[in-house]
């Protein structure tokens, strides 16, 4: 990675931490353990029923928490002028939207990994699940970074873009949850492959469809 990119990842990855301008770690963990927490007092506290749907949950969480940070991925960039000041120095759309994917990846994947842990004792997962669990967020967190970029392009500048963003992302993200919630099952190994196809697939489309979207947001 060039010296410009690595700046512009570093920072990303400032803005997007905790305690960054854009602050987009605390509020999606703060939701992820508040959907963990609140499940079981809807449910009841049955141990085998929490144990058989809880790893949906968490994926369920998971989705949702990705999609709240979209509004501050690529708009306020391009309010700024900041796209046109990287063009202007040689840095594509393309290669913006490929660090900016893995700045917000780092800003969120790894935080809600460490967040499954407590989600999953508060769920009643055995060690098992709990491993399909973390398995399955390190393979589809990356395709939900990308997606959450890619759709915060298209959506920049469009007036209730960040409601908008939030419905796109749902039903893009099926592929990703169904594959990801279906390792849980017995044997579903397989669940895990196919969820990091689907997250592959993500990551190689995102940063090109993204880059399209900032040029055409951009006029």
Do not use: N, Y
Request: hydrophobic content about 60%; aromatic content about 6%.
């Amino acid at each position: 990675m060039s010296r410009p990119l690595l700046a512009i990842l570093r920072r990303d990855i400032g803005l997007l931490l905790l305690g960054g301008k854009r602050g987009g770690t605390l509020l999606p963990l703060l939701f992820f353990l508040a959907v963990a927490m609140l499940f079981p007092f809807a449910v009841g506290p049955d141990p085998t029923l929490l144990a058989r749907t809880g790893g949906g949950v968490i994926w369920v969480a998971a989705l949702l928490a990705a999609i709240l940070p979209i509004d501050r991925l690529v708009e306020p960039d391009i309010e700024l002028g900041l796209f046109d000041q990287w063009a202007l120095r040689g840095i594509s759309e393309e290669a913006v939207m490929g660090v900016r994917i893995l700045a917000h990846w780092i800003s969120f994947g790894p935080p809600l990994m460490l967040a499954a842990l407590p989600a999953a004792a508060l769920l009643g997962l055995d060690g098992e699940k709990l491993r399909l669990v973390e398995l399955g967020l390190l393979a589809g967190t990356p395709g939900l970074a990308a997606l959450g970029v890619m759709v915060a392009a298209l959506t920049a500048g469009l007036r209730g873009g960040a409601a908008l963003g939030g419905l796109l992302v749902v039903p893009l993200s099926v592929p990703l949850l169904v594959f990801g919630a279906g390792s849980l099952a017995i044997g579903g190994e397989g669940g895990l492959a196919l969820c990091g196809a689907a997250s592959l697939v993500l990551l190689a489309i995102a940063p090109f469809a993204g880059a399209a979207a900032v040029r055409g947001a951009r006029g």
